[in-house]
């Protein structure tokens, strides 16, 4: 199979040098070219013909935004991976980028202590980007239900009482087409996973409160959860929900992270299962890797309910490849079809739960400015 050509783009001879070091290791990637800002980019792609860029965000004479937007105009399809620094103002570059059509990122390492470590950093955390992004459709390798589904799968007549939703790469986008397509005075609470770390994440749901009807917040502990009312899993923590006397509350943990992550959608589902039972409607999305799987058996042993993306509309078919594979999805649909699911779902099957009805009357669904 011939190897993955990859554009390093960045004014940093340092960084320059530290990611053709740490990718020159791997035998599936090759380094075709480099270049010190976004207008030798632009004259290099038809040179080096690039399988894939790394784009660094802060550059002289064109910075990331700028030769994101010109590489888009002339390559819409071509992989763009972002390199952002791990600060707010970098967060929200890097969601920016995103918005305009970046395929990923991936933060620079700060204050890893050496070299190695950094070079070590970059390769956990960037080549498996590249591969998968550059092997479409992916390559999803079987992955039997670690258990078979040992209870009775309940048909769909019971209220949906939470909607839980696991996404990765290309997970911004996907949430901001997803979220606004939700019934206004949705009538139950949202939790999201979505792989990013801290600071991303607060970022994220300042976004969707912004582009949908939602009121998103990053995840506090002990919030209480109300209808209408998305909560983010904040970056570096997982998040549960539990059933407490006060009402169904969020509790977030530092434990091990589950599929290389943290936060981990197999922990959100696997909590969701255990409150809300078969009132649980799960939704995967876009996604490199297999979490959400083993949450998404729990929540239909359970006799929830289980959406995927399905392989078209997904950036990366991983996390929802995998549930589709094992036979955990009810349904795999579009991207663009999937709130118009979700809404029916939620609208079927008994009066809402009094509970719900009477946070609603609590919760403000003006779309912010």
């Known amino acids: 199979m011939p190897k993955i050509r990859v554009l390093i783009v960045d004014d940093s001879v340092v960084i320059r040098r530290l990611l053709t070091d740490s990718l020159a290791g791997d035998p599936d990637l090759e380094v075709v070219g480099t270049a010190a800002d976004g207008k030798i980019a632009l ?20 910075d990331g935004l700028e030769t994101l937007t010109a590489i888009r105009k002339i390559y819409p399809k071509l992989p763009v ?34 070299v190695t470590v950094a070079v070590q950093r970059i390769r956990e955390e960037l080549v498996p980007k590249i591969k998968g992004l550059c092997r479409r ?12 589904l040992t209870g009775v799968i309940a048909a769909a007549s019971a209220s949906i009482d939470v909607l839980a939703i696991g996404v990765s790469t290309g ?21 999201i996973v979505q792989h990013m770390p801290p600071m991303f994440t607060r970022l994220l ?38 059933r407490t006397a ?6 977030l943990h530092d434990g091990p992270p589950e599929n290389s992550c943290r936060p981990a959608v197999d922990v959100l589902f696997r909590s969701v299962a255990k409150v809300f039972g078969n009132r649980s409607l ?33 950036v990366v078919w991983g996390m929802p490849g995998a549930v589709s594979q094992a036979g955990l999805a009810e349904k795999v649909l579009p991207l663009n079809e999937l709130a118009g699911e979700i ?14 009805a009477n946070a609603r009357t609590n919760v403000s669904f003006t779309k912010a400015s």
């Open 343 to 356: 809404n029916r779902r939620i609208d079927a099957g008994p009066p809402r739960h009094r509970a719900w």
């Open 81 to 114: 991976i972002m390199f952002s620094t791990l600060t707010a103002r970098g967060a929200a570059a890097t969601l920016d980028a995103l918005a305009r059509g970046a395929s990923d990122y991936v933060t620079k390492p700060a204050n890893v202590g050496s």
């Open 205 to 242: 749901a300042e976004r969707i409160s912004a582009v949908s009807n939602l009121r998103a917040r990053e995840g506090e502990a002990g919030a209480l959860l109300a209808a209408g009312e998305a909560w983010v899993a904040p970056g570096d923590s997982h998040m549960e929900v539990e």
């Open 282 to 314: 799960a939704v995967v999305l876009t996604g490199m890797g297999q979490d959400g799987l083993i949450g998404c058996q729990f929540i239909r042993e359970a006799g929830g309910q289980v959406l995927a993306q399905d392989e078209a509309s997904s």
């Open 171 to 191: 997970g911004p986008n996907a949430l901001a087409a997803l979220l606004p397509g939700l019934t206004a005075q949705f009538p139950v609470p949202v939790v």
């Open 246 to 251: 006060g009402g169904v509350k969020l509790r």
């Open 137 to 148: 459709p992916a390559d999803i390798v079987s992955c039997p239900v670690i258990r078979k």
């Open 43 to 62: 004259a290099k792609i038809t040179q080096v013909n690039p399988d894939i860029i790394t784009l660094d965000m802060e550059m002289p004479v064109m």
